[in-house]
């Protein structure tokens, strides 16, 4: 009884610390330095040192995960096996760079919709697996592919290496390799799709666009930057699984579930890529142009005696500090009840989002383009 007391006392603490309107304090700005930001500036800096990259190491971490199934449909083993999986991680951390630029081709094609929707559906999988019959580029099998799907196919067609193996060298599931093939290919499609664009036309465009209109590309790229924090960090990767939404726990729901060990090594790529995102930290490098924390700082953005940028700054870290403690989030949510390790962690991550959703925005004249759905 005491457990479900604790648990219900947490959950409602979770509901209590996510409202965006939760921010204390007053923002102020000195608007007459707004001029002396250049808008153009950070856009080349996002677009020339930070998107392009992120998507090109991508690129690259997804041909070498693609060699690396090639290796082992050619020599189903053990070690290939091992190759695979690691192949897959490397290249699920990478997505974790790109996953926020849901802007321009990205948005086109439904990459982040394609790339990781979790949890993956085993149903469909299976299914696809025996009749050799399917269509992946159909929005309703979009929970069947990508990473997600790729966890089920690399961990969770056995209990253990000898019956992955098991499966993929019985004869009668040589579809298997096909089907996992063909979820590769598709991941590829999409990336060189993606890649392509803003090479070739899209790059121009963004930079352009340099307005302060709500469709200008600062105001757009700041509403999908919060959108993915909010939606798809905080909430898709902690507070779904979490229960903070539905008051029960969904293990189920974390990301990579089936391998079980790298759900929180993920999210810290994600926030990671979040916060560089924030300072215009070029990608795998420690140089830094301009950016978000820079664009407040021209404007004097101070909240509390304190610079919103080093507050916001702040937070990050102190929410990465918490994470970093815990276990995989699978484990966290299995074998505590209630969670509240990863509740208290989650609380962390969550007050970034009125820094950034009320704070930061009002400081910057940039209105929210979403509606706000899941009763946080």
């Known amino acids: 009884m005491k457990r479900i007391i604790g648990f219900f006392i947490v959950l409602?603490?979770?509901?209590?610390?996510?409202?965006d309107s939760d921010t204390e304090g007053t923002v102020v700005v000195d608007p007459i330095n707004e001029v002396s930001f250049e808008r153009s500036a950070m856009l080349i800096n996002w677009a020339d040192n930070i998107i392009i990259p992120s998507y090109?190491?991508?690129?690259?971490?997804?041909?070498?995960?693609?060699?690396?199934?090639?290796?082992?449909?050619?020599?189903?083993?053990?070690?290939?096996?091992v190759k695979f999986r690691s192949s897959w991680i490397s290249a699920y951390s990478s997505w974790q760079h790109v996953a926020m630029?849901?802007?321009?081709?990205?948005?086109?094609?439904?990459?982040?919709?394609?790339?990781?929707?979790?949890?993956?559906?085993?149903?469909?999988?299976?299914?696809?697996?025996?009749t050799g019959t399917y269509d992946l580029?159909?929005?309703?099998?979009?929970?069947?592919k990508g990473f997600p799907a790729l966890d089920y196919l690399l961990n969770g067609?056995?209990?253990?290496?000898a019956e992955i193996l098991a499966f993929y060298n019985n004869g009668t599931n040589n579809t298997v390799f096909t089907y996992t093939e063909d979820v590769l290919l598709d991941m590829k499609s999409l990336i060189g799709t993606v890649l392509s664009d803003w090479k070739e036309g899209y790059r121009d465009t963004f930079v352009a666009n340099d307005g302060a209109s709500s469709t200008s590309s600062v105001d757009r790229m700041v509403n999908d930057y919060i959108f993915y924090y909010e939606k798809y960090l905080r909430a898709g990767k902690m507070g779904i699984p979490l229960g903070v939404f539905s008051g029960s726990t969904l293990p189920q729901n974390v990301?990579?579930?089936?391998?079980?060990?790298?759900?929180?090594?993920?999210?810290?790529?994600g926030l990671s890529a979040v916060h560089d995102f924030f300072n215009g930290k070029h990608f795998n490098s420690e140089t830094e142009g301009e950016s978000l924390a820079s664009y407040l700082d021209a404007l004097n953005t101070v909240k509390d005696g304190e610079?919103?940028?080093?507050?916001?700054?702040?937070?990050?870290?102190?929410?990465?500090?918490?994470?970093?403690?815990?276990?995989?989030?699978?484990?966290?949510i299995e074998n505590n009840n209630p969670p509240t390790a990863m509740f208290l962690a989650y609380d962390e991550v969550q007050k970034a989002v009125p820094m950034l959703k009320v704070d930061m925005v009002s400081a910057m004249s940039i209105s929210i383009d979403f509606v706000d759905a899941d009763g946080d």
Do not use: H
């Open 12 to 19: 409602i603490l979770g509901w209590a610390c996510s409202s």
């Open 56 to 81: 090109e190491a991508f690129s690259t971490d997804l041909d070498l995960l693609i060699d690396s199934f090639d290796a082992f449909k050619e020599n189903p083993n053990e070690d290939n096996l």
């Open 101 to 130: 630029f849901e802007i321009g081709p990205a948005e086109t094609v439904g990459f982040q919709l394609n790339m990781n929707i979790y949890p993956t559906n085993t149903d469909n999988i299976d299914e696809f697996i025996t």
């Open 137 to 144: 580029s159909l929005s309703s099998n979009r929970s069947s």
């Open 157 to 161: 067609l056995g209990e253990n290496d």
């Open 255 to 269: 990301e990579a579930y089936y391998d079980g060990t790298i759900s929180a090594d993920l999210f810290l790529e």
């Open 307 to 332: 610079d919103l940028s080093a507050l916001i700054n702040g937070q990050f870290n102190t929410a990465r500090d918490m994470v970093q403690d815990l276990a995989s989030f699978r484990e966290e």
